[in-house]
């Protein structure tokens, strides 16, 4: 076997580092790979040898045993690599990126590529930049100006700050028959009927349906969500007024937890969520007797995602009432069978943000005190 022309030979503290490397891992893998190569070509191994222990190519050992040679340790690091020159320097893409994230011009609802281009050659931040190269730029810093999403956007107040605890503070505690928890919200569903019968779907083919249909109405869906228990209540309703409200807190006292002490109601603070709504409904002594048995949480403005019936909701909308339901009679009985399945499972919902993960990751929305 003719003599290896490059010799590896470590020194100590060249040893060191390469094993340092190796056990830490916190390098790419061809760089751990090179440190591997060395080390064992140190230790008297064969090229082929390294290469069935390693898995790399001979071409890789015998390529880091010559740049080891000839520049030492610095083998380890990738070379400058050959490609076409950058279109934008860091300034121009910053620039870029700022036109970008800016309010685009008037008469336009959003920034296209051709825009982002001709108002950067217009600002004359580059002299000429094409389409591709203002979309490799978004893409490389994940900016998407033609998108847009809704969002809920809470002020800065006390106020948010206080009902957003009190209600994590309240789904923190065990459960308790005695003191039951329950989250209560409300959407709408339109009944809309089909005029023509849809086409069934078939092996290649999507069900189809026309698009024509017939409206006939909307309807209110009451939600009342038990988590911890894994129990919820749907009810539907021609309105949502005030004596709306009132018959389903009723119902709740009466015939959903009716061995309760009491009932902590978590809901939102719409206008008729009141315990005046009682007393528009029923005679004084009637709402008085509710109530007592009610305890009234309210998620903060802009906080409806601290109410769990928002969960069952979502659930209810994606398995039963995402398609065209044409009346009253059949929304009641697809809902009372959902509602049906889900109780005999029990399914909960398992809420795992506190109190302290509140005040870490929402620590923005906390007002700021001198103490």
């Known amino acids: 076997m003719p003599k290896k022309k ?19 891992g916190k390098h790419s893998s061809r760089k751990v790979t090179r440190a591997r190569i060395l080390l064992l070509a140190a230790d008297g191994s064969t090229d082929e040898q390294i290469v069935a222990a390693l898995g790399c ?48 011009p008037t008469g336009r609802a ?80 339109q009944l809309i009927a089909e005029t023509r019968q849809p086409l069934p779907a078939r092996a290649g083919a999507v069900e189809r349906f026309d698009y ?6 909307v309807r209110n869906l009451f939600m009342f969500c038990e ?12 309105q949502r007024t005030m004596p709306d ?26 206008n008729t969520h009141k315990a005046a709504s009682l007393y528009e409904t029923f005679a004084p002594a009637e709402a008085r007797r509710i109530l007592r048995k009610l305890e009234f949480h309210y998620t903060p403005k802009h906080g409806s995602w601290l109410n769990m019936a928002e969960i069952e909701l979502g659930v209810f909308s994606r398995q039963c009432l995402a398609r065209r339901i044409g009346d009253e009679a059949t929304l009641k009985r697809e809902i009372q069978k959902l509602e049906e399945e889900r109780n005999a499972a029990c399914a909960k919902i398992e809420w795992r943000f506190t109190t302290e993960d509140a005040r870490r990751k929402l620590h923005r929305l906390y007002p700021s005190t001198s103490g």
């Open 227 to 238: 988590p911890k228990r894994g129990f919820r209540h749907v009810a539907v309703t021609d």
């Open 245 to 270: 409200f009132a018959r389903q807190m009723k119902w709740l006292v009466d015939e959903g937890f009716p061995q309760a002490e009491r009932v902590r109601v978590v809901m939102d603070n719409l």
């Open 110 to 189: 959003r920034w296209t590529l051709s825009l982002l281009a001709d108002k950067v050659v217009e600002l004359k931040f580059a002299s000429s930049i094409t389409r591709e190269t203002v979309r490799q730029v978004l893409k490389k810093n994940e900016l998407k100006p033609w998108l847009k999403k809704q969002w809920c956007i809470p002020e800065v107040s006390a106020e948010f700050v206080a009902c957003m605890e009190s209600v994590l503070d309240l789904y923190a505690e065990p459960f308790d028959e005695r003191l039951p928890v329950v989250n209560f919200d409300e959407t709408s569903k």
């Open 212 to 217: 024509e249909y017939e409206r006939n109405g």
């Open 6 to 24: 490059y010799i590896i030979d470590l020194s100590a503290d060249e040893r060191e580092q390469l094993s340092q490397l190796v056990r830490r």
């Open 57 to 104: 190519g001979i071409n890789t050992v015998e390529r880091t045993r010559r740049r080891f040679v000839e520049a030492g340790l610095a083998c380890l690091n990738e070379r400058p690599r050959r490609g076409q020159a950058r279109k934008l320097t860091g300034t121009q893409e910053a620039h870029l990126i700022a036109v970008a994230c800016s309010t685009p």
